[in-house]
């Protein structure tokens, strides 16, 4: 084998051996499988992992829950409505 050969043989080995070395900071997000370092924050949930992202995307929905309610609520008042109206007219 020629000396660049060795030498990226070599710059493997080390990649690989550091890349072990940092598994124990990364993590899998169990929404949307991405792995969490340096560049993907992430937020331990009991015994589970959550990225920005979908913590972001999490909030937002629960920021506009109550809209929601709300929309339930009033569906379920006009569906008795009907049902009243409908069962008076037989």
């Not at 340096?38 to 829950?65: T, Y």
Request: with cysteine; net charge negative; proline share 2%.
């Amino acid at each position: 084998m020629n000396e660049k050969t060795l030498r990226n043989v070599l710059e493997g080995i080390k990649l690989d051996l550091y890349v072990e070395s940092k598994i124990p900071e990364m993590h899998v997000c169990f929404l949307c499988g991405r792995i969490g370092y340096k560049n993907l924050p992430m937020k331990k949930i009991g015994n589970k992992w959550i990225c920005i992202d979908c913590l972001r995307e999490l909030k937002e929905a629960l920021d506009s829950l109550e809209e929601w309610e709300q929309e339930i609520s009033l569906r379920e008042e006009l569906k008795k409505q009907i049902q009243r109206e409908f069962e008076g007219k037989e």
